[in-house]
């Protein structure tokens, strides 16, 4: 008998630091998304250079020491940490003979191999097709890419031959089909707000809780592993507060820095909704050291989104640092652990605070032929004090938000 086994590609991650970016910061999340996209990173190799060569996007000679790390220990696939062109991925294939990808097309891979929903995968397909459309012409042989792996999931496996006609084609239909799924979309927002329905927004960087956090709140049953872009699709789960009030709750597609322009493109109606929240919890990972950096990322994305909601920071995984008095405390952040519930309680009272869904301290006079609303008060309000007089039942009480609105009419 054989057992068959799928071989991990292994690969060397390259990156150019030309000073735009913290180049080792973003090298070590290169790292992370390529274990995601289920190779191996071998190792990495940096060159400063005042800008990228044109060609090789990397010095000759330090090309030549790619090539040679290359063959000496049999890899099987090289990562730029920036975007390429076609001529710089053929270039560079020529020089290593072995595949070549850049951080763009490695992100891309990881969302065709995530996507579940149907518009999942249309979304990821448009932005697939989007980054090719320009790469046709000029890449030569290159596009024959249907001997699978990193970088070549989703409709490039079989589609890559298709000229330029035939994607923006399919780039229409996909767009048609989004726009569908926007408009089914949009009426159940409004369907939603006219029903009175608060939401709750989840965003932040990936891994940083975010569907654990779901999963504590909620028992959502959400995938939560510690791999970058584990939740594509968004979910929604009604979430009930400590004084009984129900607020949806929606998880979102995780946030990396410098994402794919596509990418932002083909998600925006996705990230449009947490936007349109009334409410969005901003996570962070409080035990990275860029934890501010990473809000920062998102609370960017937020402003060009055109949110208005108050967001609140919300700084997880603080069992993972051993002194919280090192935790930057940002506004009216919050801290937790979505893990072991720690700091829970407090993020749902602060929801609630923002929100005005706490109880309502009221004085009510009810009339005696509404003894049913008066058993539903004692029922799930709090009797602060209660007599009976001439003209009915006389209470005080708190009340949470349902029966505040509920007994509008009976206040004294």
Not at 211 to 219: E, P
Not at 285 to 298: I, K, M, R
């Amino acid at each position: 008998m054989y057992e068959n086994r799928e071989e991990q590609e292994r690969a060397l991650l390259v990156t150019v630091d030309t000073g735009e970016f913290d180049a080792e910061a973003s090298l070590a999340e290169l790292y992370e998304l390529t274990r995601s996209a289920g190779a191996v990173p071998f190792g990495s190799m940096l060159q400063k250079r005042p800008s990228k060569d044109a060609a090789t996007c990397v010095g000759s000679g330090f090309l030549d020491d790619v090539a040679g790390l290359v063959q000496a220990h049999h890899l099987d696939l090289v990562i730029f940490d920036c975007e390429l062109s076609p001529t710089q991925i053929r270039n560079i294939e020529k020089a290593t003979g072995v595949r070549v990808i850049d951080r763009t097309m490695l992100i891309l891979d990881i969302f065709a191999l995530r996507a579940r929903s149907r518009e999942g995968r249309l979304q990821v397909e448009l932005a697939q097709l989007q980054y090719l459309l320009p790469r046709l012409s000029g890449k030569g042989t290159a596009l024959s890419r249907l001997g699978g792996g990193i970088g070549t999931r989703g409709p490039g496996e079989t589609k890559l031959e298709t000229d330029r006609r035939h994607v923006r084609r399919r780039i229409a239909a996909l767009r048609e089909k989004l726009r569908e799924v926007e408009e089914r979309r949009g009426r159940a927002v409004q369907r939603r707000k006219k029903d009175g329905v608060r939401t709750v927004a989840l965003v932040g960087y990936t891994n940083a809780g975010k569907s654990t956090l779901m999963n504590a709140l909620t028992d959502a049953g959400v995938l939560a592993e510690n791999m970058l872009f584990a939740t594509l699709d968004p979910t929604a789960r009604a979430l009930r507060l400590p004084h009984g009030a129900e607020v949806m709750l929606i998880d979102t597609v995780g946030l990396v820095r410098r994402l794919p322009h596509h990418l932002v493109a083909a998600f925006r109606s996705t990230l449009e909704q947490a936007a349109q929240a009334d409410l969005i919890l901003n996570v962070c990972d409080a035990a990275s050291g860029e934890a501010q950096l990473h809000l920062e990322v998102t609370k960017d994305l937020l402003i060009e989104l055109g949110c208005t909601a108050p967001v609140v920071p919300v700084l997880n995984k603080c069992d993972l640092v051993p002194e919280l008095e090192t935790l930057p405390m940002i506004g009216n952040g919050v801290r937790i652990s979505a893990a072991t519930g720690d700091g829970i309680p407090a993020l749902l009272e602060e929801v609630e605070r923002i929100l005005q869904l706490g109880p309502v301290q009221a004085e009510l006079l009810l009339p005696f032929s509404k003894s049913g609303l008066a058993a539903k008060i004692r029922e799930i309000g709090v009797i602060l004090q209660e007599e009976y007089r001439a003209d009915g039942l006389w209470m005080k009480a708190q009340l949470p938000p349902q029966l505040a609105e509920e007994t509008e009419a009976y206040r004294q």
